[in-house]
């Protein structure tokens, strides 16, 4: 942004006369245009900058000319500027950058800059910018961002007492176990394996990529690989199959992961240590249609002896977990009845910026 006279046409690199010269009309435009313009010779130094910019910078336009305007750089963003635009200039293309300019207050505001070549048969002519204030918009990128670390923070802090707290329920639930009739023994032992399947299940969530949005495949696959090893490792499979993919909220990630590992308990309840299990789950994500889930469960061989005094309350188990993320739920997890799960539509998200009577 440049040296030569700004109220006067100025010469193209051979001496003629260029056919971008700033003629009084296009000045007097710019001078009432609410945006702050400016304009450079072919060498990159500044020519003119228009009224908008002298109110923001409280300088005058003498002063901003040539590398002047350079003067109110904010010192971390010299450097950086200085290169994308010498970069830039030497190949003559469009550049973006943003950048601090010092106010007339002494405030430094964010500005985004956008440059462009005025090129005439072949001939550089320099470039004709302008800028745009988006320090709010960066001050509220920045909040987001500490939000987010805020965020991620407490979550995991809560995890870390969460986890802490089921071991705990864990090593109750044992000893209690192991204190019960030999008769009883089978239900203190089902209800520490769910306890650790709780477990399991808010570990692979607070290990999601993205916390507020997970993706279910993934997350699901995760989640299976470990309910396969967590009990009667080796005689479990979990598969995952379908088309599509889809992107849910904690509370839905959640209430399926208690699901999926109600059904593994529930096969694993039902059927002697020596059988192996298999679960598989379906995912159908189609373009624009609601997610389903389909569930199938089976062995293929008798039932456990001696496992009367384990209650059966999976039924029971899921329909509460579904209600609790209005998830809709029917079948039995047979071939011939698989367990249907209709996720909800995914709740339109409402800025906190907003007024409730817009929302």
């Given at each position: ?286 373009i624009g249609a609601p997610v389903t889930l389909s569930i199938v469960s089976g062995s293929g061989e008798a039932a456990a002896e001696g496992r009367d005094c384990v209650p059966k309350l999976g039924p029971r188990l899921i329909a509460a977990y579904a209600s609790q993320a209005e ?33």
């Amino acid at each position: 942004m440049g040296a030569d006279t700004p109220m006067s046409g100025h010469a193209g690199p051979d001496g003629a006369q260029s056919p971008f010269d700033l003629g009084d009309g296009f000045r007097r435009f710019a001078d009432h245009v609410p945006l702050m313009m400016w304009r450079t010779d072919h060498a990159g130094r500044s020519t003119y900058h228009n009224e908008c910019w002298l109110q923001f910078t409280g300088r005058p336009l003498a002063d901003e000319i040539g590398d002047g305007w350079r003067r109110g750089l904010h010192p971390d963003d010299f450097e950086r500027h200085a290169r994308i635009v010498a970069e830039a200039l030497e190949s003559r293309l469009p550049f973006t950058v943003e950048f601090r300019l010092r106010r007339h207050d002494g405030a430094y505001r964010w500005l985004l800059d956008t440059g462009r070549p005025l090129e005439e048969n072949g001939v550089f002519h320099g470039y004709l910018g302008s800028c745009f204030d988006i320090t709010d918009r960066k001050n509220a990128e920045e909040h987001a961002e500490r939000a987010l670390i805020e965020k991620e923070t407490l979550l995991a802090e809560i995890y870390h007492r969460v986890r802490n707290n089921l071991q705990v329920m864990v090593s109750l639930i044992g000893l209690y176990g192991r204190a019960a009739p030999e008769n009883c023994r089978g239900s203190f032992d089902a209800l520490g394996q769910r306890v650790r399947a709780i477990a399991l299940v808010q570990q692979h969530l607070h290990e999601a990529p993205h916390i507020a949005s997970i993706d279910l495949r993934d997350y699901l696959h995760r989640l299976a690989s470990g309910l396969g090893q967590l009990r009667r490792a080796g005689r479990i499979g979990v598969a995952v199959e379908g088309k599509g993919t889809s992107l849910v909220e904690p509370r839905t990630a959640n209430a399926l992961g208690m699901i999926v590992a109600e059904v593994v308990a529930e096969c694993l309840d039902a059927t002697t240590e020596a059988v192996t299990c298999s679960i598989v789950i379906r995912i159908d994500a189609g373009i624009g249609a609601p997610v389903t889930l389909s569930i199938v469960s089976g062995s293929g061989e008798a039932a456990a002896e001696g496992r009367d005094c384990v209650p059966k309350l999976g039924p029971r188990l899921i329909a509460a977990y579904a209600s609790q993320a209005e998830i809709a739920v029917s079948g039995t997890a047979t071939a011939e009845d698989p367990l249907l799960l209709h996720l909800p539509e995914p709740r339109a998200y409402v800025p906190p910026s907003l007024p409730p009577a817009l929302r």
